[in-house]
């Protein structure tokens, strides 16, 4: 997946910009896709943004680009790189795009729910949906949103039990790869987005934030099951 969305300062800066910069040269955009596509032998997609800026929207000139150099299907974050993450994300113009190349396109910005995705999916009849926000402390999004798609039925949230489930093993992951101090400090955000929604989560995001180790993370979650209520009124138990 080429990457022409990037906002970030340092990526899009001159003289090589990269990122939501190269939207800004659409011949470069060319001949770096062409050169991906003969280079490789997998599928070659691209993800960009609106265009640089409000005066320069260029999404449809860019996907038909992208399709005439060989991309297999092209995701669009219909903000432009100026907006950042603010505003919202605009889903006609993945309408409009979708219109204007016959490449599957994906659909990404503010879904945050099933019902978000199936709302954009027929809104804007995008090939597919891509979501990145909202998986945050969220991973089920994923599987509740293709049983949507599949079945109309929208599968139950999970338990604050399988929210700390998963939390835990995300952090036993994490420190495989890069050693409990490291992990420790990553998963202090992780654990506020997981524990967002929940009762006292403002308290529990804060005693999250001085997580040192696996077994700290383990004793603040058993804790929390054990004195909070959950919503319907019973005290969660550990398993
Ligand atoms: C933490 C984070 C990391 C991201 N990293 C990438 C990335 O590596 N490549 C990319 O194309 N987009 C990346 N994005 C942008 C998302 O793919 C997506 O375009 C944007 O967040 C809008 O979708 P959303 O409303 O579902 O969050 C990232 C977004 C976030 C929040």
Request: with cysteine; net charge positive; proline share 7%.
């Amino acid at each position: 997946d080429i990457n022409l969305g990037c906002p970030a300062r340092k990526v899009v800066a001159e003289p090589t910009p990269a990122g939501a910069g190269l939207l800004r040269y659409p011949e470069r955009v060319e001949a770096i896709i062409k050169a991906v596509v003969r280079a490789v032998d997998k599928p070659v997609t691209v993800k960009i943004r609106a265009g640089w800026d409000s005066s320069s929207i260029n999404y449809l000139l860019i996907g038909r680009i992208a399709e005439g150099s060989g991309a297999s299907a092209i995701t669009l974050h219909p903000r432009t790189r100026a907006q950042g993450f603010s505003g919202r994300a605009d889903w006609s113009m993945i309408a409009r795009l979708k219109e204007s190349v016959s490449i599957p396109v994906i659909g990404n910005g503010d879904v945050f729910s099933p019902e978000d995705a199936v709302r954009m999916m027929r809104e804007t009849g995008c090939d597919a949906v891509m979501i990145a926000r909202g998986a945050l402390g969220n991973p089920w999004i994923f599987s509740r949103t293709l049983r949507y798609l599949e079945s109309g039925e929208l599968p139950p949230e999970p338990t604050v039990e399988e929210r700390f489930e998963t939390l835990l093993e995300l952090m036993r992951l994490m420190i495989k790869f890069k050693g409990e101090e490291r992990a420790a400090l990553e998963i202090r955000k992780h654990a506020g987005w997981f524990v967002k929604g929940l009762p006292n989560a403002k308290q529990l995001r804060v005693k999250a934030q001085q997580i040192r180790s696996y077994s700290e993370l383990e004793s603040l979650l058993k804790g929390y099951l054990l004195t909070t209520p959950t919503p319907g009124g019973a005290t969660a138990s550990p398993r």
